[in-house]
C-alpha cells in the first residue's frame, strides 16, 4: 500500500469515528501503525486544564507487560512544549535525556514504559488553538525522520476536522436537548422547579481594604450550588459561584449579569442556544433575557451584576 493509499484508509478510520473517545483511539492506533513505532498516545485538554484531559494510548506486542499502565500525563513532562509551542518536536533517546525539559518520568519512574526516540506533534482545534498532542515513541527501525514528522502532522491535520465536527455536533445537540423554559403550575412554589438546593448568601462577606481569599471559600464549600456575595464595587456586586447541578429557568428585568469561569465548565443555556464557557472565558447575559445555568462538574465561577439583582431571578 502507497503513502497515500495509506493516508487515505486512515481519513476513513478517522472520519468513521463517533465520539472524542473513539477518535482517540483511531488516531492513536493509526497514528502508530502508520509511522510505525511501538508506542503512541494521544491526548486533548480542553481549557488547559490536564487534570480532565482525556487521553489514548497504543502499545505493540513488545510492550505488552505495560498494558495495564494507567498513569495519566500532568502536563509536567516535556511534552508540555508542544502544547505550549504548538511545535512539533522530534529527538533521538540521547537528545531527549540531554534536553532541559527533561524529567524522566518523575513519580511514574519505574512502572512507566521505556522510551526510545521521541516524535511528537500538536493536535489543533478551531481556528489553530492547540488542544491536545500526539506522541510516538520507538520507532520499528532507525531514529524518526523528517517524513515521519511530516506524516504525522498531515494525520494530525485529518484528524482535527474531525475533532471538531464531532464537538459542533455536540454542542448542536446540547442546543438541541435545551427546553423550553418551563411554566410554573399552578400554586407551585418556585424551589419546587429546581433540581438543585442552592445556598444564596446574598449579603456581602467583606468589606473594602479587607483581603479576598478565594481558595479558602471554595475549599470549605460544601454545599452543591453556593452563591456568595463577597463584595459590594460602588453599584455593583461580585458574586462567587461554587456549582454543580442546575439552576432554574429566569431572568433579570433590569440588570445585565457577567459570568467568568475560574474552574470547571459552565454552561448558560439560552432560548435556542446553549453558551458552554471554559476557564478564562466570560459571558453577559443581558437583562430581561431569559436563562439558566448549569454545571455539569464541580465549577468555580465569578459573577458581576447590579446590586438589586437577586439571583434567583425577577
Known amino acids: 500500500m502507497t503513502r497515500d493509499e495509506s493516508l487515505k484508509a486512515v481519513s476513513d478510520a478517522i472520519a468513521s469515528a463517533r465520539s472524542i473517545t473513539e477518535l482517540l483511539e483511531v488516531i492513536t492506533e493509526k497514528a502508530r501503525e502508520l509511522v510505525g513505532a511501538h508506542q503512541a498516545t494521544t491526548s486533548v485538554v480542553f481549557g488547559g486544564n490536564w487534570a480532565k484531559a482525556v487521553h489514548a494510548v497504543s502499545l505493540s506486542d513488545k510492550y505488552s507487560a505495560w498494558r495495564a499502565y494507567d498513569e495519566r500525563p500532568d502536563g509536567s513532562g516535556i511534552y508540555r512544549l508542544v502544547y505550549q509551542l504548538s511545535l512539533p518536536m ?3 533517546q540521547a537528545e531527549l535525556q ?10 511514574a519512574a519505574g512502572r512507566h514504559p521505556p522510551m526510545r526516540g521521541w516524535l511528537a506533534v500538536p493536535l489543533r482545534g478551531r481556528g489553530g488553538q492547540n488542544i491536545g498532542l500526539i ?8 531514529e524518526f525522520s523528517q517524513e515521519d514528522e511530516t506524516l504525522l502532522v498531515e494525520l494530525e491535520r485529518l484528524a482535527s476536522v474531525t475533532l471538531e465536527n464531532l464537538r459542533r455536533s455536540a454542542r448542536e445537540q446540547r442546543r438541541r436537548d435545551a427546553v423550553a423554559p418551563p411554566r410554573p403550575r399552578r400554586g407551585e412554589e418556585a424551589a419546587m422547579e429546581t433540581r438543585t438546593p442552592y445556598s444564596i448568601n446574598l449579603e456581602p462577606r467583606y468589606a473594602p481594604l479587607e483581603l479576598i ?7 470549605a464549600c460544601k454545599d452543591a450550588w453556593y452563591n456568595q456575595t463577597l463584595c459590594r464595587v460602588n453599584d455593583c456586586v461580585v458574586r462567587l459561584g461554587v456549582l454543580e447541578g442546575e439552576f432554574h429557568w429566569h431572568k433579570h428585568d433590569k440588570e445585565d449579569e457577567f459570568f467568568y469561569v475560574i474552574d470547571g465548565h459552565f454552561e448558560i443555556d439560552l432560548e435556542g442556544r446553549t453558551v458552554e464557557l471554559r476557564p478564562r472565558q466570560g459571558f453577559t447575559v443581558p ?19 447590579g446590586a438589586s439583582v437577586v439571583p434567583t431571578g425577577d
Do not use: C, N
Open 90 to 92: 522530534r529527538l533521538t
Open 98 to 107: 540531554a534536553h532541559s525539559a527533561w524529567r524522566g518520568f518523575g513519580a
Open 135 to 142: 506522541q510516538l515513541s520507538d520507532k520499528y527501525e532507525g
Open 213 to 219: 481569599d478565594f481558595q479558602a471559600l471554595v475549599d
Open 287 to 305: 437583562k430581561a433575557v431569559i436563562h439558566r445555568t448549569r454545571a455539569p462538574e464541580r465549577t468555580v465561577v465569578l459573577m458581576i451584576a
